[in-house]
């Protein structure tokens, strides 16, 4: 039995360490000046030729965890002599904090009239929200592009904000977790007297906290990472949250890249070091249940 | 009570407003795009766009790329967290910090570790230096087509722990004296494995399985990260297909497109809908 929990956990410490390497490579790059990074990492020096394909004659990257000189030379780069970044990192905020406000208030008060309302087609519409949950960006980005036309916000940030804020994952999640709510609770608070108004604020809202924070947790992930909608909607490369420009500094300046990537990588392990429990709720819950 | 119910629809009404401008309805309406013709007079075309889509050379190849890697990806991703997550529920101490590290990748923005890739996979990167020293031809080495097996490997760095998540929590559902009743007997971990965790799990695994599905879209940003938006031709996505159909403005390409491969996903998400509410039903 003891020797089960051996080979078990080394499997596991194995797999946490693939997890966590790339994150500590990027970590400890970061504090190499950028004459370092160019000699190791170049991709120059490749032979044309496929008859020179011998390891003696390719210039293979110096793969490394230690720099030579520990400097750091590419934060003051970044701090102090790119505000580009710093704005393209505020991009990025200005288009997430929105959607995540947003979410956390509409999402629990939809799920909670979803809950309580009277209707034979209620359940379409639950199963609706869920259609449009799955589908793929690149799908639901179509009637996004078409009403943003409509509206006239390509290319502003409302056409990202806006979806997104609407994205029917938290309705689904706040509800997954009020179907097991008491209903005593809510017939209890009516029959003290309280409007549905009072039974929202005072009984049903504080108990979904907890999914509430899921909620975020998972919304923030998703939307800190935005890609696929803003090569669609932004055009102007100053405009476009950092995480669509950080393909591009991998190739325009090497020698900062380490820097910017540890930079934008910071808010998100924030966020999950403080919701890592959250997240694991949301997860779970996320899982469609027929 | 019964006479507040109008009430609720005003708590709902934002969200639905929501859902249904930016999503249902102009989606409805791109039912209208989708089959008039490419021209610009509006004229109605009938099925010609689907027709033209179906048959154009880049939509089949980005098709048939898309089937592959969720062919790949998929399946592997699921052994693997299926693998990780009974790991974990057998491991001993120390399995709060090793979940947590576990699950750092699903909050990793992709471009942040873009260089750690190109670094690894790039033709003169670490993986192919290592092969050669083990003794590989450098003709296998350097051959260009590791392209998919590559995105096959950074997908799932990024997303088996969402699978182990989802696996732990229908992992901890089973109770333990089932597990002890079969050892009684004398049963082994294959067949402990096969007899409990397997039919209790399935439920839970076409859970993952839908899930698996639905994600694997998520692809294109690691493609975007590392190939930009013109990527080689061996993994031309459907999601690059349709971002090109934006770029190009072209409303009645783009919304055939649309409507293909929501007919096609719908219809594999009915099929496993079914088929879990079986599985769910025999088991529960």
Known sequence: MKSKHIWAGTIIWLAAAVALFPVIFIAANSFMGGGE??????????????????????????????PQEPTLEQYRRLLLESPGYLRMFWNSVLIVAPVLLGQCVLAPLAAYGLENIRWKYKEAIFFTYIVVMLMPTQLSLVPNFIVAGWLNI????????????FHPLGVFLVRQQLIS???????????????????????????????????????????????????????????????????NVVTDEPGMFFAVSVFYLIPALLVFLFGQEHLTEGIALSGLKA | MKKHTFIYWLFLLPSLLGVALFYVFPFLFSLYYATVDNLGDMRFAGL?????????????????????????CVPLGMVLALFLSICLQRMGRGR??????????????????????????????????????????????????????????????????????????????????????????????????????????????FVVLLMSIVNSFKVFKEIYMLYGPYPSTDIYMLQHYMNNQFQSLSLPQLCSGAYILFLAVSLVLLVLFRLQKRVTDTYQ
């Open chain 1, 37 to 66: 990074i160019v000699s190791r990492y170049s991709p120059e020096m490749l032979p044309t030729n496929a008859g020179d394909f011998t390891s003696h004659n390719i210039h293979f990257v110096r793969f490394g965890l230690i």
């Open chain 1, 154 to 165: 390509r290319d502003s940030y409302l056409a990202i904000i806006l979806p997104a804020l």
């Open chain 1, 181 to 247: 709510f008491p209903k005593e609770c809510m017939e209890a608070a009516a029959l003290d007297g309280a409007g549905p108004f009072r039974t929202y604020s005072s009984v049903v809202r504080p108990n979904l906290n907890s999914v509430v924070a899921a909620l975020l947790v998972l919304l923030f992930a998703d939307n800190w990472n935005v890609i696929d909608q803003a090569v669609v909607f932004i055009g102007q490369t100053y405009r476009n949250p950092l995480s669509v420009y950080l393909g």
């Open chain 2, 48 to 72: 010609e766009n689907f027709a033209d889509t179906l048959s154009n050379p880049l939509f089949q190849q980005a098709a048939g790329n898309t089937l592959l890697f969720i062919g790949l």
């Open chain 2, 96 to 205: 709060v910090p090793a979940t947590l590290a576990l699950l750092i990748p699903l909050v990793v923005p992709s471009g942040s570790i873009v260089y750690f890739w190109k670094v690894l996979f790039d033709q003169n990167g670490l993986l192919r230096k290592l092969l050669l020293q083990a003794g590989f031809s450098p003709e296998i080495v350097f051959q260009n087509s590791w392209a998919m097996g590559i995105l096959v490997a950074v997908f799932l760095w990024k997303n088996v722990s969402y699978n182990i998540v989802l696996f732990w929590s229908g992992l901890v559902w089973i109770p333990k004296t089932y597990y002890e009743q079969m050892a009684l007997e004398g049963a082994g971990a294959w067949r402990q494995f096969i007899n409990v965790t397997w039919v209790y799990l399935s439920p839970t695994t």
